[in-house]
């Protein structure tokens, strides 16, 4: 009753209509059946996902969030620009939430669009604690449609987080069932020649990876809004409607391409910005990615929503439908691609490979004579045969994805696939202007013995990167390791560079494929200390994160006295 | 057998005691968000084998590990139960620290206490494992016994994929003493060689995998004649059959 009048008293003093909303956030632990199996998990008010959040922009918001569990957690708001006490992440920028406690965020909402949250504890993140966001803009928005539906992804896997972690840990290779066998090699062997496919093999085996290293963690059910493919969550429409899906790809290590058979689908938002459309006939959603697209339904037919992992080991289902029960049929996983050559950039030097050669148009161009200092092995003798399906020349080129790269998606349908450099912003929130200053971030690994880390040295070792209030700042990411990363800034928005200038779109997870440099611009505009990781679980978990501590700016003071409460005066 | 027993139960107790620590420290400090210590059990080996002279054998070899990326503490066991004898044909615990000295090697110190039937011996150990280029998983150790001598063990892994689940693996294990231990039957020189290839099935993740397979074990000059001299063959095939463990 006393918040209520408060509320009303606030309301009255607000020159403009500001919305207050409390919410209620219980962390239980709870079952998740996916249709292959049950398992017990850790979700939110009861259920795994948890509910939709809905809120207003320019709304502030009271989340009051109750741990049930006998274990610490915490809610991190994925995307949220806000005070960064109020971002959850333990030992950042918060202590946790303690067993039994509640802990009140309190925010002003002052962004919309399509969001997600989840625990940045341990990995209750993988075991269930997500949930989705979805922010109301205070104005007009620049598309119409008629309804609209959450559609959140995870790749629900049988066992826990910390039983991955350790079995990664035991043996990389653990969950891959995808490597190449004797069988692949005599059927590779006949296409191409057995001296092409053995040198091919030798040059793999000498630097000891895997061509089918895509997908760390296989063997998990795809789930579309909690649901497995054969419980198959249904989205109702009628015919002629418009319908905004809005697609969050809440998995612990899966990227996912998602198509719709029949339908093309107009892009409208990315992590929550709206971009100039753009019709496609396919994306791919990194993992903590979020696009909004919408599909004009016509005919009064069902259709299928095929969410594909990338390394095609695994799917999530759904159907839009103009009843219930009615179903579309569900396509078969496409093969499952192969890294070449070309994705190994960082690995060449092993064998003091001039890796610039590999990137170069034109493999037959190799200079071999280069690549000599390496004992083990006689490059003049491999085969350029082996290497011609890297440089595939049917495949479309993307400056994402190096060239000649195994991991470059194509449409099912041969249509278009929603590229990086179609992202154009609809209205730019930043004024372009030069960035002050830039910093390289090679993001790195050793796959044998999965440590992953950036510029070779992970979180525990690390320093934080510091960043002063006002500036512009350039971040490179060099990926040298054979996965690809996408990398989460928290509190600020990551602008990625798509050579559209002040037209460049504004996310908050960057994805960047193996043996690519990309781009990102920061404009830092939020003081405190922040989270800055790769986003697949198993990788931000064993040591490829950071800490952003932004100097200076209007709140230093607050944030430095909060900080050193907590860490006991230490500054 | 009694001893084993006890020494198996002694340190499972250690692992449960040093593995209780790493849940409580999961979310204490302000480096909760990465994971930084784990552990593992792992039996490369738990066969039957049954030899072309009738001999039987248990064979067990594996290990138990603890620690960081950094620094990893192990349990290297390995024993052959003779069933005719009713006795430790075989029985090696090694207690080794293990670091990494480059990206695919790591280097392990410790000590290795044999306890077999017959005399015991303690050596201290320094060894080299890892995965060599074309996915040869090896590891080689210098021993140097209470009794000071030397030798040196050199094991070698690879294996074929039929399918994803259906694996074999090709080993070769081989010893080379320095100097003679008349007592434990090691002569100097090359002691004996093991070659194995064995079938596997992942059939529960990689958690248990049954095989079937063939071993070849086989005693070299000095080391032959010595277990010619107490009665023993020098060469022998055997059929094994058993599972691989890891959890």
């Known amino acids: 009753m006393n918040k209520g009048f408060l509320i009303a008293i606030l309301a009255g003093l607000m020159p403009l209509q500001v919305l207050a909303g409390e919410y209620d956030i219980s ?198 809004n909690g649901k497995g493919p054969e419980q198959n969550w249904t989205g109702l429409f009628k015919p002629g409607e418009r319908v905004r899906l809005r697609f969050i790809n809440s998995s612990a290590m899966t990227y996912f391409d998602i198509r ?104 037959a161009g190799m200079d071999h004579s280069d690549m000599g200092g390496n004992d083990e092995m006689d490059h003049s003798a491999m085969g350029h045969g082996s290497m011609d399906h890297g440089d595939d020349a049917s495949l479309p080129e993307d400056p994402f994805y190096a060239k000649g790269s195994g991991l470059v998606p194509t449409a099912s349908n041969g249509g278009k696939f929603l590229s990086y450099s179609d992202l154009k912003a609809q209205k730019p929130l930043y004024e372009d202007r030069e960035p002050t200053r830039e910093i390289e971030l090679r993001l790195t690994g050793n796959m044998e013995r999965y440590e992953w880390s950036i510029n070779g040295i992970k979180y525990e070792d690390a320093d934080p990167i510091v960043l002063q209030y006002g500036e512009r700042v350039r971040f490179k990411f060099v990926n040298e390791t054979m996965m690809t990363h996408p990398m989460h800034l928290h509190g600020m928005w990551s602008i990625l560079e798509v050579g559209e200038g002040k037209w460049n779109p504004l996310k908050h997870v960057i994805s960047v494929a193996p043996a690519t440099t990309v781009y990102m611009e920061t404009e830092v505009d939020a003081p405190g200390e922040w989270a800055f990781h790769c986003h697949l679980s198993y990788h931000a978990a064993s040591g490829m994160f950071r800490k952003i501590v932004v100097e200076g700016g209007p709140d230093s003071t607050v944030a430095e006295g909060k900080q050193s409460g907590k860490q006991g005066g230490e500054s | 057998m009694s001893r084993l027993t006890a020494s198996m139960c002694c340190l499972a107790l250690t692992a449960t005691t040093l593995a209780t620590p790493a849940i409580a420290q999961e979310d204490a400090g302000k480096k909760t968000q990465t994971s930084r210590t784990f552990w593992g059990v792992s039996a490369e080996k738990l066969e039957y084998r049954y030899s072309d002279s009738d001999e039987e054998l248990a064979v067990i070899e594996g290990d138990a590990f603890y620690g960081t990326d950094e620094l990893k503490f192990l349990w290297l066991f390995e024993g052959e139960w003779e069933e005719a004898h009713n006795a430790w044909e075989m029985l090696e615990n090694q207690f080794v620290a293990q670091t990494p000295v480059s990206d695919f090697w790591d280097a392990k110190a410790g000590i290795r206490i044999d306890t077999p039937e017959g005399p015991d011996r303690v050596y201290g150990v320094l060894g080299l494992t890892g995965l060599a280029p074309y996915w040869f998983e090896v590891d080689t ?47 100097e020189g090359l002691n004996s060689t093991e070659v194995g290839v064995r079938l596997s099935y992942d059939l529960i993740d990689r958690a248990f995998s049954p095989y079937i397979g063939v071993v070849h074990e086989r005693k070299y000059s000095d080391t032959a004649n010595l277990a010619r001299d107490s009665g023993g063959g020098t060469e022998d095939w055997f059929a094994v059959v058993g599972a691989r463990i890891s959890f």
């Not at chain 1, 999530?316 to 569900?330: D, F, K, W, Y």
């Not at chain 1, 093969?335 to 960082?346: F, Q, V």
């Open chain 1, 27 to 224: 962390v239980d632990r709870v079952q998740i059946d996916t249709g292959d199996f049950v398992k017990e998990g850790i979700g939110y008010n009861g259920a795994s996902p948890g509910p939709v959040l809905r809120f207003k922009e320019g709304e502030k918001v009271t989340i009051n969030v109750t741990n049930n569990l006998d274990e610490m957690t915490s809610i991190h708001w994925h995307g949220l620009i806000l005070p960064f006490e109020q971002d959850g992440v333990p030992g950042i920028s918060f202590p946790g939430i303690k067993p039994g406690e509640t802990f009140t965020y309190k925010f002003p909402i002052v962004q919309n669009g399509t969001y997600w949250f989840h625990s940045h504890s341990g990995f209750q993140e993988p075991n269930g604690a997500y949930g989705a966001i979805v922010i109301e803009p205070e104005g007009r928005e620049p598309f119409r449609y008629d309804r609209e539906y959450v559609v959140q992804l995870t790749d629900k896997h049988p066992h826990s987080g910390d039983r991955i972690m350790r079995n990664l840990k035991m043996s990389a290779d653990y969950y891959n069932r995808q490597q190449q066998t004797v069988g692949d090699f005599f059927s590779e062997s006949a296409e191409k020649g057995f001296m092409a496919t053995l040198m091919d093999r030798m040059m793999w085996g000498d630097m000891r990876m895997m061509k089918a290293d895509i997908e760390d963690v296989q063997g998990f059910t795809g789930l579309m």
């Open chain 1, 260 to 363: 719709i058979p029949g339908l093309e689908m107009t892009v409208v938002q990315a992590d929550g910005n709206n971009v100039q459309p753009v019709n496609v006939d396919e994306f791919r959603i990194g993992v903590a990615e979020t696009y909004d697209v919408i599909v004009h339904i016509k005919d009064e037919e069902a259709y299928t929503i095929f969410a594909e992992s990338m390394g095609r080991s695994g799917y999530a289902r759904g159907t839009l439908a103009p009843e219930e029960g009615m179903t579309a049929e569900v396509p078969e996983l496409r093969e499952a691609p192969l890294l070449t050559m070309a994705d190994m950039a960082g690995h060449m030097d092993h064998g003091d490979m001039k890796h610039d050669d590999m990137n170069g148009d034109n493999m």
């Open chain 2, 141 to 187: 150790n210098l021993y140097v016994s209470d009794e000071g001598d030397a030798s040196v063990d050199f094991e070698a892994e690879y294996e074929l994929l039929i399918t994803n689940y259906w694996i074999v693996s090709a080993t070769f294990e081989t010893l080379v003493a320095f100097s003679e231990d008349k007592e434990i039957g090691v002569g």
